[in-house]
């Protein structure tokens, strides 16, 4: 296996070979996802490349200050003229994170896997993949430093604005010094650090804090106090306007209770299907959780899907975490 210093070198040959590029990220992109999305963007246009920026669907309202947001396509709203032999994916884990944007896709495409995920399986014709990276963004400001390009106020605010939102604000144990010194270099940039920080983290639109309180109201705890669990229906989105990019930061709730080692925040989608969200204090490793259901993501942080109804979904997340406790 390549040295993550060799998939560098690796990743910007196989950007400097290739033209025409396709860049997505995964379904329900997060800041994380649109922040390298855009990344990649601003370095290929540096570098006179032509290329395509899509997701599955929308990208979040509160994102579309960066610079080339309004480039991104809305695959939903997108008719589909042409497929693409060159692709770069970032911040997926598995190839079936970028949804229905495979269709996108020449069969055997070239594709370029940047991701920081400890449960990435590899996938693509080259990876890029740095598992201790506390985000996507940070692997791609090590890409951008290596192309020399110099730099600019708009890439400083993609990379930071994804560092930020994966690091929950330079809060989680992803935060290392490097993080810290990346940071640094950005805000010397011109990034607006308390500004991100407080439309990012901290600003919440009213349906936003509808759908929390309705969300709120339906905690369950183990008996041991140590998993907290809520959810939000399909209803509860109705009822309140919200959209999914409100349910973000929902789940810190139930993990914050003292003594909780797991919270969980589960999502019905449609009454077929749950989409499940965890966090961990520490003891538990939430992606080998999220594995085990199909799903994946960080030891603190994982998301999984399951066919079925909420009570069969919920009953079957909550034994597999009381397992590893
Ligand atoms: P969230 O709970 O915020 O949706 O996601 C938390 C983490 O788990 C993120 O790193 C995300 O990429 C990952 N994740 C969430 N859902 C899934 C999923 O269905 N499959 C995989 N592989 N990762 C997921
Ligand atoms: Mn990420």
């Known amino acids: 296996m390549q040295t993550y210093e060799q998939e560098l070198i690796e990743a910007r040959r196989f950007i400097e070979r290739h033209?025409?590029?396709?860049?997505?990220?995964?379904?329900?992109?997060?800041?994380?996802?649109?922040?390298?999305?855009?990344?990649?963007?601003?370095?290929?246009?540096?570098?006179?490349?032509?290329?395509?920026?899509?997701?599955?669907?929308?990208?979040?309202q509160r994102m579309t200050y960066m610079d080339g947001a309004g480039q991104i396509l809305d695959m939903s709203l997108t008719e589909r003229s042409r497929t693409y032999g060159n692709v770069i994916c970032v911040d997926c884990a598995d190839f079936k994170r970028v949804g229905l944007v495979s269709q996108w896709m020449e069969d055997g495409a070239n594709m370029l896997n940047i991701d920081h995920h400890p449960t990435n399986d590899r996938y693509g014709t080259q990876t890029l993949i740095k598992a201790d990276a506390a985000a996507t963004a940070e692997i791609l400001y090590d890409l951008v430093s290596l192309f020399e390009l110099g730099w600019d106020r708009n890439i400083a605010e993609m990379l930071y604005t994804g560092i930020l939102t994966d690091t929950g604000g330079f809060r989680y144990s992803n935060t290392s010094p490097k993080v810290m010194q990346i940071a640094s270099h950005l805000l010397e940039l011109g990034v607006n650090g308390p500004e991100l920080a407080e439309s990012l983290l901290e600003q919440l639109t009213k349906p936003q804090f509808d759908v929390l309180t309705l969300a709120l109201g339906t905690l369950q705890m183990s008996g041991d106090g140590k998993v907290a669990w809520v959810h939000v229906t399909p209803e509860h989105m109705?009822?309140?306007?919200?959209?999914?990019?409100?349910?973000?930061?929902?789940?810190?709730?139930?993990?914050?209770?003292?003594?909780?080692?797991?919270?969980?925040?589960?999502?019905?989608?449609?009454?077929?299907?749950?989409?499940?969200?965890?966090?961990?204090?520490?003891?538990?490793?939430?992606?080998?959780?999220?594995?085990?259901?199909?799903?994946?993501?960080?030891?603190?942080?994982?998301?999984?899907?399951?066919?079925?109804?909420?009570?069969?979904?919920a009953r079957a997340v909550i034994e597999r975490i009381k397992q590893s406790l």
């Open 238 to 313: 109705a009822q309140t306007g919200a959209a999914n990019e409100d349910l973000e930061g929902i789940v810190n709730y139930p993990r914050n209770i003292q003594g909780v080692e797991v919270g969980v925040l589960f999502k019905v989608i449609n009454g077929s299907a749950v989409k499940a969200s965890m966090r961990s204090a520490g003891k538990v490793d939430v992606a080998a959780v999220a594995a085990e259901f199909g799903g994946g993501g960080h030891v603190r942080a994982a998301g999984c899907r399951l066919e079925g109804p909420l009570e069969d979904a």
């Open 19 to 60: 033209d025409d590029f396709l860049v997505v990220a995964h379904v329900q992109p997060d800041g994380d996802a649109v922040s390298s999305t855009l990344a990649v963007g601003w370095l290929l246009s540096r570098l006179g490349k032509t290329f395509t920026m899509i997701n599955e669907g929308p990208i979040p």
